[in-house]
């Protein structure tokens, strides 16, 4: 028994001794250090002007690429229906409906043309848009000889410069700079 007690306070001893000695030791702090940030590098946007007609040449391209996709099949029936009428193949009714298919190609062909001439012409007046000019120049008058096709018949043939058409909008989109509007 008396080792119990002789053990209970050496126990308590060394256990004051200890917390003693844990509040003597000096509190060390730990420093953060802190790192600033890198600065973002200023991101250099193209004028206004600029990221306004790319976005005006997307959508015409948009609009040409679906109306040439659409003219191809639309032509070629117009022109197998006027060969059929220069036959005698087909009624008068089917006449008719193929005389209003062409107005509507053309009216269709010169609403096109309408929104080309007027980005044309928008790369040629603005000083920011010139550098771009030389890719674009011409689309109007692609999009007069795909007029002229149509009209004289030839609606098949009135692909062709729309296709082109494409490729120089194309051109012109990879050559401008790529930026939210």
């Given at each position: ?53 790319r ?10 690429s ?49 929104g ?43 692909n ?22």
């Amino acid at each position: 028994m008396k080792i119990l007690q002789l053990f209970t306070v050496l126990v308590l001893g060394v256990s004051m001794v200890s917390v003693a000695n844990a509040q003597k030791k000096k509190k060390t702090t730990t420093t953060r250090r802190t790192t600033t940030a890198a600065k973002p590098t200023a991101v250099v946007l193209p004028p206004l002007e600029v990221r306004a007609a790319r976005v005006k040449v997307t959508n015409q391209l948009a609009n040409v690429s679906a109306f040439v996709s659409r003219l191809g099949p639309i032509a070629q029936n117009i022109e197998a229906m006027d060969a059929d009428a220069k036959a005698r193949k087909i009624k008068q009714p089917s006449i008719d409906a193929n005389e209003a298919a062409k107005k509507k190609v053309i009216a269709a062909i010169q609403g096109l043309r309408t929104g080309l001439v007027n980005l044309e012409s928008e790369f040629r007046t603005k000083p920011d848009l010139r550098k771009y000019l030389s890719s674009i120049q011409g689309i109007s008058d692609l999009a007069a000889q795909s007029e002229t096709s149509a009209i004289s018949g030839k609606f098949v043939a009135a692909n062709s410069p729309l296709r082109s058409v494409e490729q120089k909008l194309n051109e012109t989109l990879s050559r401008m700079p790529i930026a939210e509007l």
